[in-house]
């Protein structure tokens, strides 16, 4: 069973820095598609950055509302994918979700349904 624990979200001000970590387990680290997405009251849900690792190579596609701020890592050893957030704007206040792709490698494929339960991110002016 794919699980998700997502940690790290606060309060935080504007211009800050923020890390989001999510613990993975029920899956094969080796070869998985993991994607930050967010979700604002009134506003809908918005993937922020998408991990795609493979044994044929690895990639990383971002929100363009979050390019060159945010950064999706990986860390093998402990299961965990991180989201990385510097120069945080009160735009970014949202709750963050970790999820699973359980589709194919291919973006046209991708189909994500298994989620965390959320971290609360807010920022403030």
């Known amino acids: 069973e794919v699980q998700l624990v997502e940690s790290g979200g606060g309060l935080v001000q504007a211009g800050g820095s923020l890390r989001l970590s999510c613990a993975a387990s029920?899956?094969?680290?080796?070869?998985?598609?993991i994607g930050w997405f967010r979700q604002a009251p009134g506003k809908e849900r918005e993937g922020v950055g998408i991990?795609?690792?493979?044994?044929?190579?690895?990639?990383?596609y971002y929100a363009d509302s979050v390019k060159g701020r945010f950064t999706v890592t990986n860390d093998h050893a402990k299961n965990t994918v991180y989201l990385e957030m510097t120069s945080l704007k009160p735009q970014d206040t949202a709750v963050y979700y970790c999820v699973k792709n359980s589709g194919g490698p291919n973006p046209t494929n991708w189909y994500f349904a298994s989620w965390g339960q959320g971290t609360q991110v807010i920022v403030s002016s």
């Open positions: 991990s795609c690792i493979s044994n044929v190579d690895d990639r990383t």
């Open positions: 029920g899956f094969n680290f080796d070869d998985y598609t």
